[in-house]
C-alpha cells in the first residue's frame, strides 16, 4: 500500500491498494476530530470521526488513528477503488458539534 | 429523511450587491454552522447559530452575517460584496454538541 509520513497535497495509489493519508493538526486542546470526503461540485461528505479518549477508531474499510503525543491524525483506506477517488480533508474541534478547524486537503486518485 | 439542503445552488452577483443563501438542516439537526471555501483550499469556519442565536464566530468582518428562524433554517448574507467573496459556501447541520456535523452541497457564489 502506499503511505505518506507527512501531509502531502497528492496521493495516487492503484485500486486494490491500502492508502494512507496523513494530517498533523494544531490545538493540543482538540478533543474530535474527523475525516471528510469531498467530490469535484458537492459538500464535504463525513467519512468517520474519533474523541481524543479514543487512539484508533474503525469503519468500513476505513481505519482513523489519533497519535495525540505528536497531535497526528491518519485515514486509512483498505483496498482502495476509483469511488474513493476525491479530495480528503480533516478537521478538529474543542468538541463535536462546535467549529471544525480544516486542515489542508489530500487529494487522493484511484487508477485502474 | 432529507439531509442538508442549499439554496441556491449557483449565484452570480456584482460587487458592491448583497446577497442571501439559504440552508435547511437535516431532520432532527438544531444546529446551524456556515463555512467558506475557496476554490482549491479547505473550508474556513464563519459561524455557527443554536437556538436563534449566534454562539461562535470565525474571522469574518461584520459584512458577514446570519439568521436562524424556530424551525432551525438559516440565511447567510453578506453586504458589499468583494471578489474575494467568490467561493463555495457550505452549511453543515448537527443535533447540538457531541454529534457530527453534516453538510449541504454548498451555493456556489460568483462576484463579478
Known amino acids: 500500500g502506499e503511505s505518506v509520513g507527512l501531509h502531502l497535497p497528492t496521493l495516487s495509489v492503484q485500486e486494490g491498494d491500502n492508502s494512507i493519508i496523513n494530517c498533523a493538526y494544531s490545538?493540543?486542546?482538540?478533543?474530535?476530530f474527523i475525516w471528510y470526503k469531498q467530490e469535484s461540485g458537492k459538500g464535504p461528505q463525513f467519512i468517520i470521526d474519533i474523541r481524543s479518549n479514543m487512539d484508533k477508531r474503525q469503519g468500513q474499510r476505513v481505519t482513523v488513528l489519533l497519535n495525540k503525543t505528536v497531535k497526528h491524525l491518519s485515514l486509512q483506506i483498505a483496498a482502495t477503488q476509483p469511488g474513493d477517488s476525491a479530495v480528503y480533508f480533516c478537521?478538529?474541534?474543542?468538541?463535536?458539534?462546535?467549529?471544525?478547524?480544516f486542515g489542508k486537503g489530500t487529494t487522493l486518485s484511484v487508477s485502474s | 429523511d432529507a439531509g442538508v439542503t442549499q439554496s441556491p445552488t449557483h449565484l452570480i452577483k456584482t460587487r458592491g450587491q448583497q446577497v442571501t443563501l439559504r440552508c435547511s438542516p437535516k431532520s432532527g439537526h438544531d444546529t446551524v454552522s456556515w463555512y467558506q471555501q475557496a476554490l482549491g483550499q479547505e473550508p474556513q469556519f464563519i459561524f455557527q447559530?443554536?437556538?436563534?442565536?449566534?454562539?461562535q464566530r470565525g474571522n469574518f468582518p461584520d459584512r458577514f452575517s446570519g439568521h436562524q428562524f424556530p424551525n432551525y433554517s438559516s440565511e447567510l448574507n453578506v453586504n458589499a460584496l468583494l471578489l474575494g467573496d467568490s467561493a463555495l459556501y457550505l452549511c453543515?447541520?448537527?443535533?447540538?454538541?457531541?454529534?457530527?456535523?453534516?453538510f449541504g452541497q454548498g451555493t456556489r457564489l460568483t462576484v463579478v
Open positions: 453543515a447541520s448537527s443535533r447540538g454538541l457531541n454529534t457530527e456535523a453534516f
Open positions: 447559530y443554536y437556538e436563534e442565536e449566534e454562539r
Open positions: 478537521a478538529e474541534s474543542n468538541q463535536a458539534g462546535t467549529a471544525l478547524i
Open positions: 490545538n493540543s486542546a482538540s478533543d474530535y
